[in-house]
């Protein structure tokens, strides 16, 4: 049973930084590529991140130099770091795993002074 659980989302101010984390059971982690995606009120859901499965990334363009994401292997967690963080930056953010229909709950960012 595929499994993916988010945290590390809250409350900061315009500038401040968050790290997002994803755990992942029920497939195997290492050989897939993850990604970070996020949904704003009233928006599409969009992607940010993504790692692949030998650490090359890709990011949005609406958060390059501003975003990092990674893998630990050996947890099967997936992080997202987000610093010099901005209002249109808040929304809920999800993970999910190159190619399996599953989502987790998300964990909602939210970025106001």
């Known amino acids: 049973q595929v499994q993916l659980v988010e945290s590390g989302g809250g409350l900061v101010q315009p500038g401040g930084s968050l790290r997002l984390s994803c755990a992942a059971s029920?497939?195997?982690?290492?050989?897939?590529?993850m990604n970070w995606y996020r949904q704003a009120p009233g928006k599409e859901r969009e992607l940010v991140a993504a790692?692949?499965?030998?650490?090359?990334?890709n990011y949005a363009d609406s958060v390059k130099g501003r975003f990092t994401i990674s893998r630990d292997n050996a947890k099967n967690t997936v992080y997202l770091q987000m610093n010099s963080l901005k209002p249109e930056d808040t929304a809920m953010y999800y993970c999910?795993?190159?190619?399996?229909?599953?989502w987790g709950q998300g964990t909602q960012v939210t970025v106001s002074s």
């Open positions: 999910k795993a190159n190619l399996l229909p599953y």
């Open positions: 029920g497939f195997t982690f290492s050989r897939l590529a």
């Open positions: 790692i692949a499965w030998d650490d090359s990334t």
